[in-house]
T-cell receptor
Framework: ELKVEQNPLFLSMQEGKNYTIYCNYS?????LYWYRQDPGKSLESLFV?????AVKQEGRLMASLDTKARLSTLHITAAVHDLSATYFC????????FGEGTQLTVNP | EAGVTQFPSHSVIEKGQTVTLRCDPI?????LYWYRRVMGKEIKFLLH????????ESGMPNNRFLAERTGGTYSTLKVQPAELEDSGVYFC????????????????FGPGTRLTVL
């Protein structure tokens, strides 16, 4: 059974700081997703990572994938308050298997 | 283009009652999925429709849950009778039906229905 673990589950950081969220998964998969969820809103797709060594960047967020280590990271650079949300990684096969989510709070 | 919509956004019911959740996928998406997030845990797969057929219902917790997708358009998820542990956020997602390697089957999510069973 595919398992996905995220850490940390809760992250409180100051504006302007950098931090990384980690996502480990237990078995080989063909793609990995990062989603953002604001309270009461849909899961918004941030990144889709397809191959080993893939790196994608959008604004202050950068995601990478190491399929050999079965590890993906979501790096936050110079955090701003607007990044406060819950971030999920998910691994796909015929269905999506999600991590528990990381609740990120960026404080002024 | 309209996204995935879900109704209601919130539902508060008493234990033993029945609740029906509705999901309208993106037009033209043959794949429809239901997921659930309980008590701040991970989002867990419930089932997958391809058009009107259940492709995979291995995530359904028990026979108190019934999902339908008559006509292959919108879907309903009925919980009868509801129990306390059914409380959570129920997400619906849809995607295009594409052969492997021939395009994106990325899933697009609705805002979820928050169900509270008292």
């Amino acid at each position: 059974e595919l398992k996905v673990e995220q850490n940390p589950l809760f992250l409180s950081m100051q504006e302007g700081k950098n931090y990384t969220i980690y996502c480990n998964y237990s078995t080989t998969s063909d793609r990995l997703y990062w989603y953002r969820q604001d309270p009461g809103k849909s899961l918004e797709s941030l990144f889709v990572l397809l191959s080993n060594g893939a790196v994608k960047q959008e604004g202050r967020l950068m995601a990478s994938l190491d399929t050999k280590a079965r590890l993906s990271t979501l790096h936050i650079t110079a955090a701003v308050h607007d990044l406060s949300a819950t971030y999920f990684c998910a691994v796909s096969g015929s269905r999506l298997t999600f991590g528990e989510g990381t609740q990120l709070t960026v404080n002024p | 283009e309209a996204g995935v919509t879900q109704f209601p956004s919130h539902s508060v019911i008493e234990k033993g009652q029945t609740v029906t959740l509705r999901c309208d996928p993106i037009s033209g998406h043959d794949n429809l999925y239901w997921y659930r997030r309980v008590m701040g845990k991970e989002i867990k797969f419930l089932l997958h429709f391809v058009k009107e057929s259940k492709q995979d219902e291995s995530g359904m917790p028990n026979n108190r849950f019934l999902a339908e997708r008559t006509g292959g358009t919108y879907s309903t998820l009925k919980v009868q009778p509801a129990e306390l542990e059914d409380s959570g956020v129920y997400f619906c997602a849809s995607s295009q039906l594409v052969p492997p390697g021939q395009g994106s089957n990325e899933q697009f999510f609705g805002p979820g229905t928050r169900l509270t069973v008292l």
